[in-house]
């Protein structure tokens, strides 16, 4: 069976995202994951997570006995210098954001790995659309969930959570594509709701808003998450449309549906097609919205939630696979 090595790139343990859900996934089917963990480690050594999932701190995965064929998994661009250093049999570059902006600095990487990537997997339509027209094996995977870690209620209410007022949530990257500015509108003109933020500081010094009805909570492990979703009266995905959030599939619309929640986002490309999703871009438009969707009677909790299952991690690593599998055979590689 295939071994799958992820260089040192995203904690394991801090905000679980695509690479852990995609890589966990791979594992649970049969393939060997040596995820080389990223972190300051006092003693090297390798955590098993299951017979197939390996968390290598402060070690080498080429350290650690393991079967060929060898696919090097790559989701930060300038560790495509590095892959000889594991020779590997397959090299995949997993896109998964625009190479702009706030990671403008992962652009001059790209023509080493349109030359040496064997295959490019995409999370959205418009990084798909760039990488479809410069390199022959390219597939559109978007992001997905984890349905039955979210979908079930955990029957139990967080400590941390305020209490007495309707709570409109946001999980994710505290960072300088979210419009703050928005933000401080509908905080401003919704003293009646309480404004609840979860996720670790990205390129930010300190959390950027402050006032009575908002509450940020920090990073949360990821097995606590459902049950602060499932308290949520209102999801929030507030982006600012720039460049760089063009090719954001968030990961937190599938988490929120999946806990049944109402969204309120900002009209990203990747959004415009999620069924009974509420967008609005303007401030005070935005605001107003949340008040009406607090007001109405929700319907399509069925249809979000249903929506949630038809894309989860387990359908999005099958799509992997498929060509995965097909280069190794086509290659001539046993697998």
Not at 71 to 88: A, E, F
Request: with cysteine.
């Amino acid at each position: 069976m295939p071994t799958i090595i992820y260089p040192p790139s995203i904690p394991w343990s801090w905000m679980f995202q695509r690479p852990q859900q995609l890589l966990g996934q791979f594992s649970a089917s049969g393939k060997t994951v040596l995820y080389e963990d990223l972190g300051n480690f006092s003693q090297a050594k390798v955590i098993s997570l299951s017979p197939t999932l390996h968390l290598c701190q402060g070690v080498s995965a080429m350290n650690i006995p393991h079967a060929r064929p060898r696919i090097l998994w790559l989701t930060v661009p300038s560790h495509i210098n590095s892959m000889d250093h594991y020779n590997p049999d397959l090299v995949i570059y997993d896109a998964v954001d625009e190479a702009k902006e706030e990671f403008s600095s992962w652009a001059p990487y790209y023509p080493t790995i349109l030359e040496r990537a064997d295959l490019i997997f995409c999370s959205s339509q418009s990084i798909y659309d760039y990488f479809s027209v410069r390199h022959p094996k390219v597939h559109l995977v978007p992001n997905g969930v984890d349905y039955v870690h979210f979908s079930p209620s955990p029957g139990y209410r967080p400590s941390d959570l305020p209490s007495g007022k309707p709570i409109i949530g946001y999980s994710g990257a505290i960072a300088p594509w979210v419009d703050w500015e928005l933000l401080k509108v509908a905080i401003r003109e919704n003293p009646e709701l309480n404004f609840v933020f979860i996720g670790a500081l990205f390129q930010l010094n300190k959390f950027p808003l402050k006032a009575k009805n908002v509450f940020y909570l920090g990073l949360k492990p990821y097995c606590e998450l459902p049950a602060y979703f499932h308290h949520f009266n209102v999801g929030i995905i507030p982006f600012l449309q720039t460049e760089m959030t063009k090719g954001c599939n968030p990961i937190k619309l599938y988490e929120y549906y999946a806990t049944g929640i109402q969204v309120l986002g900002t009209p990203l490309p990747e959004l415009l097609t999620i069924p009974k999703i509420n967008l609005e871009s303007n401030p005070q438009t935005f605001s107003s919205r949340l008040r009406h969707l607090l007001e109405g009677e929700d319907f399509s909790k069925a249809e979000r939630m249903a929506y949630a299952q038809a894309n989860d991690w387990s359908e999005r690593s099958g799509r992997a696979l498929q060509p995965i599998l097909s280069s190794l055979y086509r290659n001539e590689i046993s697998v």
